[in-house]
């Protein structure tokens, strides 16, 4: 087995720090070495779970950066079925040198979806470091420069890509333990801005569909906010007294971005409207803000405290990811299971009006899929944009991925990725635009490829 060093170099900020920014920063900067790839041995390779032997537990303390709760060794499943049609078969895998849990992983379908120059580029978040990718053709990743953030405290959670309204340079949003949000510029090797405000760690930021200008973060602050990062503003704040009551943990827009679904440790899932006449107002509103003619007054941010939606009915445990499926919701819980479900439908059980109130709105289960070792929280499931594959991985390293269309009501994977260097919990999965190659990153550092081989093809 070859060991690979891919070039990389590193990305420094150099945006000039607000004076809050600079009082939580300690220490210099780290400058960050190449990462390494290692080639699999032939023989470990297998696209179908089929390893009896004990996975290793997961690193899962929450202090020193960790996240979800500490689980002991268990036996992986044995005997799944072989299966027909196209699957996802490992290519490669690459470990940062940081060794520290990677917690997201996003690739830009931005770039994917370039008329000539078609690229497949991910970034990955972990320790105080953001690290860019490219996949090639022949299967194997090439690193191709980091972030390394100036305090060496810092652990990013979480990695969400834009773009630039004005040049369409392409942009990451990263954020994590200290509650900083930051702007990234792989192009220009920048540091555009940091973004404060949350009172605790932030554990996901999504851009919105439709105006790049809008990014939305969720915290453990037990709120959400919904930023305008052309002009730095602070346009609405989600929570209060009917929002979260315990850290949220997700956060998601619509495809047609005119709502939020967010969910967290109060084992409560919540929809938020951004049509309301007031939240439009100061979207608009925040687009004529000029900082630098208000140095002393800053935006007029609204609160909203009450969601449109909400229910404690679909889960009894910690709610750590939640998305769209058109007017659908995928929601996972650590309770082994993903379950897809209907907002104000008809509920399934008579319930007395104590109890009601205690759930909230109704919700109609429409199909539960079962995932094995998923115990811990803040492991997250991905969605490709079709919505065809969904998959989520566990604590022992292994992936369950289901095929929404072809065998939408099955409740057991279609397919279980397994490699017997993998063994570490699976924090997060990412789809590329077109579904054909699945990342996948995990709590040992390390970053794993899965490339779809349909049916008939070598």
Same mark, same amino acid.
């Given at each position: 087995c070859?060991?690979q060093?891919?070039?990389?170099?590193?990305?420094h900020?150099?945006?000039?720090h607000s004076i809050?920014?600079?009082?939580?920063?300690?220490?210099?900067r780290?400058?960050?070495?190449?990462?390494?790839?290692?080639?699999?041995?032939?023989a470990?390779?297998?696209d179908?779970?089929?390893?009896t032997?004990?996975?290793?537990a997961a690193?899962?303390?929450h202090?020193?950066?960790?996240k979800?709760?500490?689980?002991?060794?268990?036996?992986?499943?044995?005997?799944s079925p072989?299966?027909?049609?196209?699957r996802?078969?490992?290519?490669?895998?690459?470990r940062?040198?940081?060794?520290?849990?990677i917690f997201?992983?996003?690739f830009?379908?931005?770039l994917s979806?370039h008329?000539?120059?078609?690229?497949?580029?991910?970034?990955?978040?972990g320790?105080?470091t953001?690290?860019?990718?490219k996949?090639?053709?022949?299967?194997s990743?090439?690193?191709l420069?980091?972030?390394v953030d100036?305090?060496?405290?810092e652990t990013?959670?979480?990695?969400?890509w834009?773009?630039d $309204? &004005? =040049? *369409?340079e392409?942009?990451? !949003?990263?954020?994590?333990?200290?509650?900083?949000?930051? +702007?990234?510029?792989p192009k220009?090797?920048?540091h555009?801005?940091?973004?404060?405000?949350h009172?605790?760690?932030?554990?996901?930021?999504?851009?919105?569909?439709?105006?790049p200008?809008?990014?939305?973060?969720?915290?453990?602050?037990?709120?959400?906010?919904?930023?305008?990062?052309?002009?730095?503003?602070?346009?609405?704040?989600?929570?209060?007294?009917?929002?979260?009551?315990?850290?949220v943990?997700?956060?998601s827009?619509s495809?047609?971005?005119?709502?939020?679904?967010?969910?967290g440790?109060d084992?409560?899932?919540?929809?938020?409207?951004l049509t309301?006449?007031?939240?439009q107002?100061a979207? $608009? &509103? =925040? *687009?004529t803000?000029?900082p !630098?003619?208000?140095a002393?007054?800053?935006?007029?941010? +609204?609160?909203?405290?009450?969601?449109t939606?909400?229910?404690?009915?679909?889960?009894?445990?910690?709610v750590d990811?939640?998305?769209?499926?058109?007017e659908l919701?995928?929601?996972?819980?650590t309770?082994n299971?993903?379950?897809c479900w209907?907002?104000?439908?008809?509920?399934r059980?008579?319930?007395?009006?104590?109890?009601?109130?205690?759930l909230g709105?109704?919700?109609?289960?429409i199909?539960k899929y079962?995932?094995?070792?998923?115990?811990?929280?803040?492991v997250?499931?991905g969605?490709?944009l079709?919505c065809?594959y969904?998959?989520?991985?566990?604590?022992?390293?292994?992936?369950?991925?289901?095929?929404?269309?072809?065998?939408?009501h099955?409740?057991?994977?279609?397919?279980?990725?397994d490699h017997?260097?993998?063994?570490?919990?699976v924090?997060q999965?990412s789809?590329?635009?077109?579904?054909?190659?699945?990342?996948?990153v995990?709590?040992?550092?390390?970053?794993?490829?899965?490339?779809?081989?349909?049916a008939?093809?070598?």
């Amino acid at each position: 087995c070859c060991t690979q060093h891919a070039s990389s170099h590193t990305l420094h900020p150099t945006a000039q720090h607000s004076i809050a920014h600079r009082q939580m920063m300690k220490g210099k900067r780290k400058v960050s070495t190449n990462a390494e790839a290692e080639d699999s041995d032939p023989a470990s390779e297998g696209d179908v779970a089929d390893d009896t032997s004990k996975a290793a537990a997961a690193p899962a303390a929450h202090a020193g950066g960790y996240k979800g709760g500490r689980r002991k060794k268990t036996k992986a499943a044995a005997g799944s079925p072989k299966l027909s049609g196209s699957r996802f078969v490992f290519s490669n895998f690459i470990r940062e040198d940081h060794g520290k849990p990677i917690f997201g992983v996003q690739f830009n379908h931005i770039l994917s979806e370039h008329p000539t120059q078609p690229q497949e580029i991910f970034a990955t978040v972990g320790a105080n470091t953001a690290s860019f990718y490219k996949c090639l053709s022949d299967g194997s990743v090439e690193l191709l420069q980091a972030y390394v953030d100036d305090n060496p405290e810092e652990t990013f959670y979480t990695c969400a890509w834009g773009y630039d $309204a &004005d =040049s *369409y340079e392409p942009l990451l !949003a990263v954020a994590g333990a200290n509650a900083i949000i930051r +702007i990234i510029s792989p192009k220009s090797f920048s540091h555009r801005k940091s973004l404060l405000g949350h009172g605790q760690a932030i554990n996901e930021v999504q851009f919105h569909p439709k105006d790049p200008n809008l990014l939305l973060s969720a915290s453990k602050d037990h709120a959400m906010r919904l930023w305008n990062i052309k002009t730095d503003a602070c346009v609405v704040i989600f929570g209060g007294e009917k929002g979260h009551r315990d850290e949220v943990l997700s956060a998601s827009f619509s495809f047609d971005g005119t709502r939020l679904v967010s969910c967290g440790m109060d084992h409560s899932i919540k929809i938020w409207s951004l049509t309301d006449p007031t939240v439009q107002k100061a979207i $608009a &509103d =925040s *687009y004529t803000y000029v900082p !630098a003619d208000h140095a002393d007054k800053p935006f007029p941010t +609204i609160s909203v405290h009450f969601p449109t939606y909400s229910t404690s009915s679909v889960h009894k445990n910690y709610v750590d990811c939640a998305r769209w499926l058109g007017e659908l919701i995928l929601s996972k819980s650590t309770e082994n299971k993903i379950v897809c479900w209907l907002p104000d439908g008809d509920l399934r059980i008579v319930l007395d009006e104590k109890r009601q109130a205690h759930l909230g709105d109704p919700a109609t289960v429409i199909q539960k899929y079962e995932c094995k070792d998923c115990e811990i929280w803040y492991v997250r499931f991905g969605l490709d944009l079709a919505c065809r594959y969904l998959a989520v991985g566990n604590l022992s390293g292994k992936i369950s991925v289901w095929d929404l269309i072809d065998e939408p009501h099955s409740s057991t994977p279609r397919q279980i990725l397994d490699h017997k260097k993998c063994c570490s919990t699976v924090r997060q999965l990412s789809f590329s635009r077109n579904g054909r190659i699945l990342v996948a990153v995990c709590d040992d550092g390390t970053v794993w490829r899965w490339d779809l081989q349909q049916a008939g093809l070598p």
